[in-house]
């Protein structure tokens, strides 16, 4: 995740370090759970604090960067 961003950052005073739209406390993954919900990009550009759309989409960019990794996410299987 060596790319420049210009929308993301993550400092270790604002929300534990988590990845947040600069000058906010959303942080991406907040965005991915509002998404998942069922909320439209333009329900959260909407939304109080606005956020602009390329805001949102380096966040999308960032998080699908971030998954990228080499790492196996243990998923339980749904029938219990």
Request: a negative charge; glycine letters at 2%; aromatic letters at 2%.
């Given at each position: 995740m060596g790319e420049k961003r210009?929308?993301?950052v993550?400092?270790?005073?604002?929300?534990?370090?988590?990845p947040v739209i600069t000058g906010?406390?959303?942080?991406?993954?907040?965005?991915?759970?509002k998404l998942a919900a069922g909320e439209t990009?333009?329900?959260i550009v909407e939304s109080p604090p606005r956020l602009s759309?390329?805001?949102?989409?380096?966040?999308?960019s960032f998080a699908?960067?971030?998954?990228?990794?080499?790492?196996?996410y243990p998923i339980s299987d749904a029938r219990g």
């Open positions: 210009k929308y993301i993550s400092d270790p005073s604002i929300m534990m370090g988590k906010t406390r959303i942080t991406v993954e907040l965005i991915l759970e990009i333009d329900q759309r390329d805001a949102i989409h380096e966040a999308l699908a960067e971030a998954l990228k990794a080499d790492v196996i």
